[in-house]
C-alpha cells in the first residue's frame, strides 16, 4: 500500500524473498529453514526489545525479550503494546485505546467483547500507522500464527520512524530509505534470511547455472515487483469504490476487522471524496457566481457607461435648453415691459373710456342704479341665497320652479356683494355730494321690499357707529367737509328738511311740538355734521311716534331728508344751488288685498298707489312719453324734479337673499332694471348769474316756443268748442306735453295755465321774461292777473318742491332784474316793492294752492280713498309696478281735477276753508322762502332766525 509520500509498502528484500520462496528451490531444507527462523526469530526479538522498551509492562503482561513467534503474536493481539508503543512516538495517534478487557463492564459474553476491543486496538493502530506512511500488516496477521514477520516488520519499521524522529525529524521520513539499511545491513552483512536463501538457492547449482538463475530470479522480482506497485497504486485508486460496491472485497471478506478498517477507511474516503465533491460544486458555483457577477458588473459596466453618455448628453441638452431659456427670458422681459406698457395705457384708455361713458351717461341723464344684496342675518343660514353670483355689474339670481327653472341675469351700473360694507357703498356716490355744492339738484333713493336694508344703506343700523353709519350722514359730513375745503371761493349755506310721506301725507318730521300733519315742512340751516345727527334723531324720533305695536312705521311709509345747499361765488358772486333728496322709500313688497284689514290695508294701499305712480312715472319716462304722472302721488311729486328734471340721480335697489323673497327680489329688480333705462336729459347746474346772453338766449328761445305753443293751443280750442267736454283733456294733454322733462325748478302743478298765461302778457318785456322761464309761470301770476287760472289749478304741490320753486323763481326774477338793471341802469324801487317786497303778490297763488292742495289731497285721501285705491288695487298684483295703464291713468286724473274743482268751490263757500284762504292765517313754506325779508313763517319758532338767515342771503343777490 502506498504511504503519504508515496513510499511502498513492501520492500524489496521481501520481494526477493518471497520470489526466492516461490523459485521452489530448497526451501524445505533444514538448515535454511533454521536461517530463516534464526532471521525472523533474531528480528522478532529486536521487534519485541525494543516495544518493551517503549511501552514496559501492559495490563500485567510483559512481553518477553525473545519471544517465540506465537508469544510475539499474542503479545500483540490485543493491539494495546502496539497502540501504546506508536503513542509514544506519536503522542494521540491512537485517541483511545482500550487498555484492558477486564476495565470493561462485565457482561455475560466477555470472550467476545474483549476480541472486538482488540480489534478496536488493532484497527486503531493499523489505520494511525498507515497515515504515518509506515508498512503495514493485516489485522488477521495477529489472529493467525505464521504471519508475524509482517507485524515484526511494522514493529521494526515504527522502531525506525521513532528513531528518525529523535534524531530531529528532518527531512521526510521513508522506511525504506530508513529501515532498509539497518535491516538490508543485518540481513546481507550478517546472517539474514535473505542471503541465506540466496545460499540456498545457490547452493547445489553449478557455477555456469547461477547466471540464468540469477537472471530468472531478477526477472521475477522484477514483475513481482511491478505487478506489487501496480496493485498498490490500482488499490490507492479504486479502493474506496470497489469497496463500496463490492461485498465481495476480498479484503472484507478476509475478517471482520478486516471490513471494518476498510469500512472507515471507505467512509472517510468518501467523506474526503464528498467534500471534494462539495468543493467541487462550491468551487464550480462559486466559478457560476464569479461569472454571473462578472456578467453583472460587465452589465452595470456597460450600464455606467450608458449612463454617462446620457448624462453628458443631457448635461448638454441642459445647458442648450438654460441658454434657450435665457434667451427666451430676456425677450420674455421684453415682452412683458411693452406688455406691461401697453397694459398702463390699456388702463389709461379704460379709465378715459369710463369718465367718457359716466360723462355720456351724465349728459343723457341716466338714472343710476346700484343694487345692493343684504347679507344674512344673524340666525339664518347662508347657503340659500337666491343670489347664485355677482361680477361687476351684473347679479345672477337662481330662481324657483315657480319662476321657471334656471337663473336670471341683471345689470345695473353697480352691485355690492353682501360683504360690502357702508363706505365703499357711499365711495360710490361722493361724486354726487360735489355735484350738489356745485349747483346740481341730486336725488338717492333706496327702494326695496321691507327688511332689505334701504334704512340700512341711507342711515344705518340701530346701534350707529363711526364706521356703520349710512349715506344720509356720510353725505352730510363730505358736504360740510367740501364746504370746508372750498371756503375761500364760496360761501356755502346748507339747511335740512326732513318729512314722511304716510298714508299720502306729508310729515314735518323737524317739529318739536308734537304737530306733525303739517304741510310747511321746516327748513333747518345746519353748519355741522353734529347739528345733522341731532337733527336726524328728531326725526327718527317723530318718526317713531307713530309707529304701534303691530306695525313698524319707517316700513310702511316714506321718509326724506332734502338737503338744500346755497353757495356763492365770493369771486363773482354767482348763486349755486343744489338740493340733494336722501329718500328712504316704504317696502315695496306687494300686499294682497285679501290678507290685510283696517290700517294695514289702508297703508298698503297707499304704499302701493305710491310706488304704482313712482312705476308708471318711470315707465312713462322709459317710453319718453309726453306725459308724465307725477302728480298721482305725493312720492311722484316728491321726486319730480329728480326723476324729470335734469337731476343726478341715483336709486339704490335692495334685495333680501332669502329664497322665501325670490319673488319680491325678482320683481325689484325688474323695476330697478327698467329704471335704469330712464334717460333724463343732462343734469344742468342751477346758476343764478349776471350772464344777460345767456339769459337772452333762452327768452329767445322761450319766446319761439311760445308763440308755436300758442298757435297749436288756439286751433285746439277752435276745434274742441264744438265737443265741450273733451276740453280737459286737449288742455291737459298741451299742457302734458309742456311738462315733459321739465328742468328742475319747473315743477308743481302749473301746466294747465302757461298757455293763458303767456296769451295775456305778450307785450310785457319783464314779464314775458318771467313768464317764459321754465322755473317761473306761477311767480308772475299777480301782475298778469293770473290768479283765476290758477284757481283751477288742481295744486297738490309737495310743500318742498313748491318752496324750491318759488325760491328759483326769486333767483329767475334776481336774475331778470339784473338784466333790466344792465340794460335800464338802476332798477326802480317801485319794481323791486312790486316784485319782491311782498310775497303775496309774488306768489299770490300759494297760499291759496297750498290750502287747496290739501283740501285736494284731503278729499282724495279720506273721501274718495278707496276709489282710488280701485284704480290702483291692481298694483298689488305681481309686476304691478308695470301695468301702466293710460286709459286707467286718464279717467284718475280726471277724477282728481273733478274734485279739485270741487275742493275749490268747497272753500269757497265754506268759511273753515275760506278763513284758510287768509295767507295771514295759513303761512305757506313758499312763502316763508320766496318772500326775503318778510315775516318768518315757520311754526317752529327755533328755527326762524336761521331761515331768515337764509332768506337775506337770497335776497342780498
Ligand atoms: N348691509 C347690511 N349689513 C348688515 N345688516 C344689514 C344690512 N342691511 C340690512 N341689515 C339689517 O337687516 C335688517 C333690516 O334692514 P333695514 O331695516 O335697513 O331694512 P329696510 O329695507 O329699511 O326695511 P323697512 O322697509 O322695514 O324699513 C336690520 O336689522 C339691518 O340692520
Same mark, same amino acid.
Given at each position: 500500500?502506498?504511504?503519504?509520500?508515496?513510499?511502498?509498502?513492501?520492500?524489496?528484500?521481501?520481494?526477493?524473498?518471497?520470489?526466492?520462496?516461490?523459485?521452489?528451490?530448497?526451501?524445505?531444507?533444514?538448515?535454511?529453514?533454521?536461517?530463516?527462523?534464526?532471521?525472523?526469530?533474531?528480528?522478532?526479538?529486536?521487534?519485541?526489545?525494543?516495544?518493551?522498551? %517503549?511501552?514496559?509492562?501492559?495490563?500485567?503482561?510483559?512481553?518477553?525479550?525473545?519471544?517465540?513467534?506465537?508469544?510475539?503474536?499474542?503479545?500483540?493481539?490485543?493491539?494495546?503494546?502496539?497502540?501504546?508503543?506508536?503513542?509514544?512516538?506519536?503522542?494521540?495517534?491512537?485517541?483511545?485505546?482500550?487498555?484492558?478487557?477486564?476495565?470493561?463492564?462485565?457482561?455475560?459474553?466477555?470472550?467476545?467483547?474483549?476480541?472486538?476491543?482488540?480489534?478496536?486496538?488493532?484497527?486503531?493502530?493499523?489505520?494511525?500507522?498507515?497515515?504515518?506512511?509506515?508498512?503495514?500488516?493485516?489485522?488477521?496477521?495477529?489472529?493467525?500464527?505464521?504471519?508475524?514477520?509482517?507485524?515484526?516488520?511494522?514493529?521494526?519499521?515504527?522502531?525506525?520512524?521513532?528513531?528518525?524522529?529523535?534524531?530531529?525529524?528532518?527531512?521526510?521520513?521513508?522506511?525504506?530509505?530508513?529501515?532498509?539499511?539497518?535491516?538490508?545491513?543485518?540481513?546481507?552483512?550478517?546472517?539474514?534470511?535473505?542471503?541465506?536463501?540466496?545460499?540456498?538457492?545457490?547452493?547445489?547449482?553449478?557455477?555456469?547455472?547461477?547466471?540464468?538463475?540469477?537472471?530468472?530470479?531478477?526477472?521475477?522480482?522484477?514483475?513481482?515487483?511491478?505487478?506489487?506497485?501496480?496493485?498498490?497504486?490500482?488499490?490507492?485508486?479504486?479502493?474506496?469504490?470497489?469497496?463500496?460496491?463490492?461485498?465481495?472485497?476480498?479484503?472484507?471478506?478476509?475478517?471482520?476487522?478486516?471490513?471494518?478498517?476498510?469500512?472507515?477507511?471507505?467512509?472517510?474516503?468518501?467523506?474526503?471524496?464528498?467534500?471534494?465533491?462539495?468543493?467541487?460544486?462550491?468551487?464550480?458555483?462559486?466559478?457560476?457566481?464569479?461569472? #454571473?457577477?462578472?456578467?453583472?458588473?460587465?452589465?452595470?459596466?456597460?450600464?455606467?457607461?450608458?449612463?454617462?453618455?446620457?448624462?453628458?448628453?443631457?448635461?448638454?441638452?441642459?445647458?442648450?435648453?438654460? %441658454?434657450?431659456?435665457?434667451?427666451?427670458?430676456?425677450?420674455?422681459?421684453?415682452?412683458?415691459?411693452?406688455?406691461?406698457?401697453?397694459?398702463?395705457?390699456?388702463?389709461?384708455?379704460?379709465?378715459?373710456?369710463? #369718465?367718457?361713458?359716466?360723462?355720456?351717461?351724465?349728459?343723457?341723464?341716466?338714472?343710476?342704479?346700484?343694487?345692493?344684496?343684504?347679507?344674512?342675518?344673524?340666525?339664518?343660514?347662508?347657503?340659500?341665497?337666491?343670489?347664485?353670483?355677482?361680477?361687476?355689474?351684473?347679479?345672477?339670481?337662481?330662481?324657483?320652479?315657480?319662476?321657471?327653472?334656471?337663473?336670471?341675469?341683471?345689470?345695473?351700473?353697480?352691485?355690492?356683494?353682501?360683504?360690502?360694507?357702508?363706505? *365703499?357703498?357711499?365711495?360710490?356716490?361722493?361724486?354726487?355730494?360735489?355735484?350738489?355744492?356745485?349747483?346740481?339738484?341730486?336725488?338717492?333713493?333706496?327702494?326695496?321690499?321691507?327688511?332689505?336694508?334701504?334704512?340700512?344703506?341711507?342711515?344705518?343700523?340701530?346701534?350707529?357707529?363711526?364706521?356703520?353709519?349710512?349715506?344720509?350722514?356720510?353725505?352730510?359730513?363730505?358736504?360740510?367737509?367740501?364746504?370746508?375745503?372750498?371756503?375761500?371761493?364760496?360761501?356755502?349755506?346748507?339747511?335740512?328738511? %326732513?318729512?314722511?310721506?304716510?298714508?299720502?301725507?306729508?310729515?314735518?318730521?323737524?317739529?318739536?311740538?308734537?304737530?306733525?300733519?303739517?304741510?310747511?315742512?321746516?327748513?333747518?340751516?345746519?353748519?355741522?355734521?353734529?347739528?345733522?345727527?341731532?337733527? %336726524?334723531?328728531?326725526?327718527?324720533?317723530?318718526?317713531?311716534?307713530?309707529?304701534?305695536?303691530?306695525?313698524?312705521?319707517?316700513?310702511?311709509?316714506?321718509?326724506?331728508?332734502?338737503?338744500?345747499?346755497?353757495?356763492?361765488?365770493?369771486?363773482?358772486?354767482?348763486?349755486?344751488?343744489?338740493?340733494?333728496?336722501?329718500?328712504?322709500?316704504?317696502?315695496?313688497?306687494?300686499?294682497?288685498?285679501?290678507?290685510?284689514?283696517?290700517?294695514?290695508?289702508?297703508?298698503?294701499?297707499?304704499?302701493?298707489?305710491?310706488?304704482?305712480?313712482?312705476?308708471?312715472?318711470?315707465?312713462?319716462?322709459?317710453?319718453?312719453? +309726453?306725459?308724465?304722472?307725477?302728480?298721482?302721488?305725493?312720492?311722484?311729486?316728491?321726486?319730480?324734479?329728480?326723476?324729470?328734471?335734469?337731476?343726478?340721480?341715483?336709486?339704490?335697489?335692495?334685495?333680501?337673499?332669502?329664497?322665501?323673497?325670490?319673488?319680491?327680489?325678482?320683481?325689484?329688480? #325688474?323695476?330697478?332694471?327698467?329704471?335704469?333705462?330712464?334717460?333724463?336729459?343732462?343734469?344742468?347746474?342751477?346758476?343764478?348769474?349776471?350772464?344777460?346772453?345767456?339769459?337772452?338766449?333762452?327768452?329767445?328761445?322761450?319766446?319761439?316756443?311760445?308763440?308755436?305753443?300758442?298757435?297749436?293751443?288756439?286751433?285746439?280750442?277752435?276745434?274742441?268748442?264744438?265737443?265741450?267736454?273733451?276740453?280737459?283733456?286737449?288742455?291737459?294733454?298741451?299742457?302734458?306735453?309742456?311738462?315733459?322733462?321739465?328742468?328742475?325748478?319747473?315743477?308743481?302743478?302749473?301746466?294747465?295755465?302757461?298757455?293763458?298765461?303767456?296769451?295775456?302778457?305778450?307785450?310785457?318785456?319783464?314779464?314775458?321774461?318771467?313768464?317764459?322761464?321754465?322755473?317761473? +309761470?306761477?311767480?308772475?301770476?299777480?301782475?298778469?292777473?293770473?290768479?283765476?287760472?290758477?284757481?283751477?289749478?288742481?295744486?297738490?304741490?309737495?310743500?318742498?318742491?313748491?318752496?324750491?320753486?318759488?325760491?328759483?323763481?326769486?333767483?329767475?326774477?334776481?336774475?331778470?332784474?339784473?338784466?333790466?338793471?344792465?340794460?335800464?341802469?338802476?332798477?326802480?324801487?317801485?319794481?323791486?316793492?312790486?316784485?319782491?317786497?311782498?310775497?303775496?303778490?309774488?306768489?299770490? *297763488?300759494?297760499?291759496?294752492?297750498?290750502?287747496?292742495?290739501?283740501?285736494?289731497?284731503?278729499?282724495?285721501?279720506?273721501?274718495?280713498?278707496?276709489?282710488?285705491?280701485?284704480?290702483?288695487?291692481?298694483?298689488?298684483?305681481?309686476?304691478?309696478?308695470?301695468?301702466?295703464?293710460?286709459?286707467?291713468?286718464?279717467?284718475?286724473?280726471?277724477?282728481?281735477?273733478?274734485?279739485?274743482?270741487?275742493?275749490?268751490?268747497?272753500?269757497?263757500?265754506?268759511?273753515?276753508?275760506?278763513?284758510?284762504?287768509?295767507?295771514?292765517?295759513?303761512?305757506?313754506?313758499?312763502?316763508?322762502?320766496?318772500?326775503?325779508?318778510?315775516?318768518?313763517?315757520?311754526?317752529?319758532?327755533?328755527?326762524?332766525?336761521?331761515?331768515?338767515?337764509?332768506?337775506?342771503?337770497?335776497?342780498?343777490?
Amino acid at each position: 500500500m502506498a504511504g503519504e509520500g508515496g513510499a511502498l509498502s513492501f520492500s524489496v528484500a521481501s520481494v526477493v524473498e518471497d520470489v526466492l520462496q516461490q523459485h521452489g528451490n530448497r526451501l524445505g531444507d533444514l538448515d535454511l529453514e533454521s536461517r530463516k527462523a534464526e532471521e525472523a526469530a533474531s528480528r522478532r526479538y529486536e521487534a519485541a526489545g525494543w516495544l518493551r522498551k %517503549m511501552v514496559g509492562v501492559v495490563a500485567a503482561k510483559d512481553l518477553p525479550a525473545e519471544p517465540s513467534e506465537e508469544e510475539f503474536r499474542l503479545g500483540l493481539r490485543s493491539g494495546i503494546i502496539l497502540c501504546n508503543a506508536l503513542n509514544k512516538i506519536q503522542p494521540g495517534g491512537v485517541p483511545k485505546v482500550v487498555e484492558s478487557p477486564c476495565d470493561a463492564t462485565p457482561i455475560p459474553d466477555g470472550a467476545a467483547l474483549s476480541a472486538f476491543q482488540y480489534f478496536e486496538n488493532v484497527r486503531n493502530f493499523l489505520v494511525a500507522v498507515q497515515e504515518m506512511g509506515i508498512p503495514n500488516f493485516e489485522a488477521s496477521d495477529l489472529e493467525q500464527g505464521g504471519k508475524s514477520a509482517r507485524v515484526v516488520n511494522t514493529v521494526l519499521a515504527l522502531k525506525s520512524y521513532s528513531e528518525w524522529k529523535q534524531t530531529g525529524g528532518n527531512g521526510i521520513w521513508k522506511f525504506g530509505g530508513n529501515v532498509k539499511p539497518t535491516v538490508s545491513a543485518k540481513s546481507f552483512s550478517g546472517s539474514g534470511s535473505l542471503s541465506m536463501l540466496v545460499r540456498a538457492v545457490l547452493l547445489d547449482k553449478k557455477p555456469e547455472e547461477v547466471p540464468m538463475l540469477v537472471e530468472s530470479v531478477l526477472s521475477k522480482v522484477v514483475e513481482e515487483f511491478e505487478n506489487r506497485i501496480a496493485s498498490q497504486y490500482d488499490m490507492a485508486k479504486e479502493a474506496p469504490k470497489e469497496i463500496a460496491i463490492s461485498q465481495g472485497n476480498k479484503f472484507l471478506l478476509k475478517s471482520t476487522g478486516d471490513n471494518k478498517r476498510t469500512e472507515d477507511k471507505n467512509v472517510k474516503l468518501i467523506k474526503k471524496e464528498e467534500c471534494f465533491h462539495k468543493n467541487q460544486i462550491a468551487e464550480e458555483e462559486l466559478k457560476n457566481k464569479t461569472q #454571473k457577477q462578472q456578467m453583472i458588473f460587465d452589465q452595470q459596466q456597460r450600464d455606467i457607461q450608458e449612463l454617462k453618455n446620457t448624462l453628458s448628453t443631457t448635461k448638454a441638452g441642459m445647458q442648450f435648453m438654460q %441658454m434657450k431659456f435665457h434667451e427666451e427670458f430676456n425677450s420674455l422681459g421684453m415682452h412683458i415691459h411693452g406688455l406691461a406698457h401697453a397694459a398702463s395705457g390699456y388702463h389709461k384708455v379704460l379709465e378715459e373710456n369710463r #369718465k367718457l361713458y359716466n360723462q355720456v351717461q351724465d349728459l343723457k341723464g341716466s338714472i343710476r342704479v346700484y343694487c345692493r344684496v343684504r347679507p344674512f342675518l344673524s340666525g339664518q343660514s347662508n347657503d340659500l341665497s337666491t343670489v347664485h353670483n355677482i361680477e361687476d355689474g351684473n347679479i345672477t339670481i337662481s330662481t324657483a320652479s315657480k319662476h321657471g327653472k334656471g337663473c336670471k341675469s341683471f345689470s345695473f351700473n353697480k352691485v355690492f356683494e353682501p360683504c360690502a360694507t357702508q363706505a *365703499e357703498v357711499f365711495s360710490d356716490m361722493q361724486p354726487l355730494i360735489r355735484s350738489v355744492l356745485d349747483g346740481y339738484n341730486v336725488c338717492i333713493f333706496a327702494y326695496g321690499q321691507t327688511g332689505s336694508g334701504k334704512t340700512y344703506t341711507m342711515t344705518g343700523p340701530k346701534d350707529l357707529s363711526e364706521k356703520n353709519k349710512g349715506v344720509n350722514y356720510r353725505a352730510l359730513g363730505d358736504l360740510f367737509l367740501l364746504a370746508e375745503q372750498r371756503k375761500d371761493i364760496f360761501c356755502y349755506n346748507v339747511a335740512v328738511q %326732513m318729512i314722511e310721506i304716510y298714508n299720502e301725507q306729508v310729515r314735518d318730521l323737524l317739529v318739536t311740538d308734537g304737530s306733525l300733519n303739517v304741510p310747511d315742512a321746516n327748513i333747518i340751516p345746519v353748519s355741522s355734521t353734529y347739528d345733522v345727527i341731532d337733527l %336726524m334723531n328728531l326725526g327718527h324720533r317723530n318718526r317713531a311716534v307713530g309707529a304701534t305695536a303691530l306695525n313698524d312705521r319707517s316700513s310702511r311709509s316714506h321718509s326724506c331728508l332734502t338737503v338744500h345747499v346755497q353757495g356763492r361765488d365770493l369771486a363773482s358772486g354767482t348763486i349755486l344751488r343744489g338740493c340733494m333728496h336722501l329718500v328712504d322709500l316704504a317696502g315695496s313688497e306687494r300686499v294682497n288685498k285679501s290678507e290685510v284689514t283696517g290700517d294695514r290695508l289702508k297703508e298698503a294701499q297707499h304704499i302701493n298707489r305710491s310706488l304704482s305712480a313712482l312705476g308708471d312715472v318711470i315707465a312713462s319716462l322709459a317710453q319718453k312719453n +309726453p306725459h308724465v304722472p307725477y302728480r298721482n302721488s305725493k312720492l311722484t311729486q316728491l321726486l319730480q324734479d329728480s326723476l324729470g328734471g335734469q337731476a343726478k340721480t341715483l336709486m339704490f335697489v335692495h334685495i333680501s337673499p332669502e329664497p322665501d323673497a325670490l319673488g319680491e327680489t325678482i320683481s325689484t329688480l #325688474k323695476f330697478a332694471e327698467r329704471v335704469a333705462t330712464v334717460e333724463l336729459g343732462a343734469a344742468q347746474v342751477n346758476k343764478g348769474s349776471t350772464d344777460v346772453k345767456e339769459l337772452k338766449e333762452q327768452i329767445a328761445n322761450q319766446k319761439a316756443a311760445l308763440v308755436k305753443k300758442e298757435r297749436e293751443t288756439e286751433h285746439r280750442r277752435k276745434g274742441s268748442e264744438s265737443s265741450p267736454s273733451n276740453s280737459n283733456h286737449r288742455l291737459r294733454d298741451a299742457n302734458d306735453s309742456n311738462l315733459f322733462r321739465q328742468p328742475m325748478g319747473d315743477v308743481g302743478n302749473i301746466e294747465v295755465h302757461k298757455s293763458t298765461l303767456r296769451q295775456k302778457r305778450q307785450s310785457f318785456d319783464l314779464d314775458e321774461i318771467l313768464a317764459n322761464s321754465p322755473p317761473w +309761470p306761477p311767480v308772475i301770476s299777480p301782475s298778469l292777473n293770473y290768479a283765476e287760472d290758477e284757481k283751477e289749478m288742481a295744486s297738490g304741490e309737495w310743500v318742498d318742491k313748491v318752496m324750491v320753486n318759488k325760491q328759483d323763481a326769486v333767483n329767475m326774477v334776481e336774475k331778470s332784474l339784473g338784466c333790466w338793471e344792465a340794460e335800464n341802469g338802476n332798477l326802480p324801487d317801485a319794481l323791486y316793492h312790486k316784485y319782491l317786497s311782498d310775497s303775496s303778490k309774488i306768489y299770490p *297763488e300759494q297760499s291759496f294752492n297750498m290750502l287747496v292742495g290739501n283740501s285736494q289731497l284731503n278729499l282724495a285721501n279720506n273721501d274718495d280713498m278707496d276709489d282710488i285705491d280701485a284704480a290702483t288695487s291692481d298694483s298689488s298684483e305681481p309686476d304691478f309696478l308695470w301695468q301702466f295703464n293710460q286709459s286707467k291713468f286718464t279717467s284718475m286724473t280726471n277724477r282728481i281735477e273733478s274734485k279739485t274743482s270741487k275742493a275749490i268751490s268747497k272753500a269757497a263757500k265754506n268759511p273753515e276753508l275760506s278763513k284758510n284762504l287768509n295767507p295771514s292765517l295759513g303761512p305757506s313754506p313758499s312763502r316763508k322762502l320766496a318772500n326775503g325779508g318778510g315775516v318768518p313763517l315757520q311754526r317752529n319758532r327755533r328755527h326762524a332766525a336761521p331761515v331768515d338767515g337764509k332768506r337775506k342771503i337770497a335776497n342780498r343777490k
